[in-house]
């Protein structure tokens, strides 16, 4: 298996770049491309037999569209998106060849993937399955095996929910009418962390923020539940109904 090229569409930035560097301590050979450089679609189905797409969510499902036809059988079509459900029907529909969705529950900053959480969606597979595993699991990844609308509605939760709350405290902050510098003597330890994730979303890849919420199939529930738990939050603060407002977080906290 050594001998087979391994071809990823987005593997000159971000996460793209942190699996082709993962692959080529694996001992392949891999080949990357950006919007204007490295091997070009149709060579690379031709090529590789394993063909990954770390594109942005927005530019994925037409980036497959125009690789899969290209695509061989005996090759595996995998994708890394942070979303699983149009990616993988794309794939599948595209192509002929073997089809994995794969969503890394990590970022490109970690040095190695021992311990983390890796979300597999293996759609349509036989050999390829195996191949992938055994080198995930080696290399110390908890592969969680999934289906695509399984990945995606607890996605809305883990990736939507968490982006939203840091987002709308991101939004408030900005015209709350005090700046950092000005709040900096009075930080609290919690304050100080919630700050450093709010740096990092905003000031990171919004984009990838804003995509992972907007295009999931499922974030409408969740956004319907914010807006409602907010009203209800501030009705209860109006009132100052502070027997109220436990009230609602211990009988909310049993259904965790
Ligand atoms: N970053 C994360 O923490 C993370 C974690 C898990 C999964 N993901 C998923 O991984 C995918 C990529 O995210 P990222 O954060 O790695 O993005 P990124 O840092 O913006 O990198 C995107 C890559 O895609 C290439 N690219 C952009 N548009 C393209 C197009 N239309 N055609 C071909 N190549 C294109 C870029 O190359 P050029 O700039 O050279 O054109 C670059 O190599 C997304 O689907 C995201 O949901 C990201």
């Known amino acids: 298996m050594k001998n087979i090229q391994i071809g990823i569409i987005g593997g000159t930035g971000g996460i793209g770049r ?12 891999v080949h ?16 590789c037999r394993v063909v990954i797409v ?31 459900t149009e990616p ?11 089809v994995i969705g794969l969503h890394p529950l ?16 293996p759609v349509r597979t036989e050999k390829w399955f195996p191949w992938l ?13 999934t289906t695509p609308e399984g990945h995606d509605e607890a996605m809305a939760i883990v990736q939507g929910l968490t982006h939203l709350n840091t987002i709308t405290m991101g939004l408030v902050l900005g015209n709350a009418g005090k700046g950092l510098s000005e709040l900096k003597d009075f930080s609290t330890p919690i304050f100080d962390e919630k700050i450093n994730i709010i740096k990092k979303v905003f000031a990171g890849n919004p984009g990838l ?21 907010l009203s209800e939050l501030k009705s209860l603060i109006d009132r100052t109904d502070t027997k109220g407002l436990t009230e609602l977080m211990e009988n909310r906290f049993r259904n965790f």
């Not at 942190?18 to 050979?29: D, R």
């Not at 990357?32 to 090529?47: I, K, P």
């Not at 990590?106 to 969606?121: D, E, L, Q, T, W």
């Open 18 to 29: 942190w699996f082709a560097n993962f692959f080529k301590k694996e001992g392949y050979t």
């Open 32 to 47: 990357v491309s950006g919007r204007r450089t490295g091997m070009d679609m149709d060579e690379m189905a031709e090529r």
């Open 54 to 84: 770390s594109v942005p969510i927005g530019a994925t499902v037409q980036v497959i569209k125009q690789l899969g036809p290209g695509m061989k059988k005996e090759s595996l079509f995998m994708d890394l998106t942070s979303l699983k």
């Open 88 to 98: 993988v029907t794309a794939m599948l529909k595209s192509s002929i060849s073997e």
């Open 106 to 121: 990590f970022g490109p900053n970690i040095r190695s993937m021992s311990g983390k959480n890796v979300a597999v969606c």
């Open 133 to 145: 595993t055994e080198i995930l699991k080696r290399r110390g990844a908890n592969l969680i095996e």
């Open 209 to 229: 923020y804003a995509e992972i919420i907007a295009f999931n199939p499922h974030i409408h529930k969740i956004l319907d539940l914010y807006s409602k738990n």
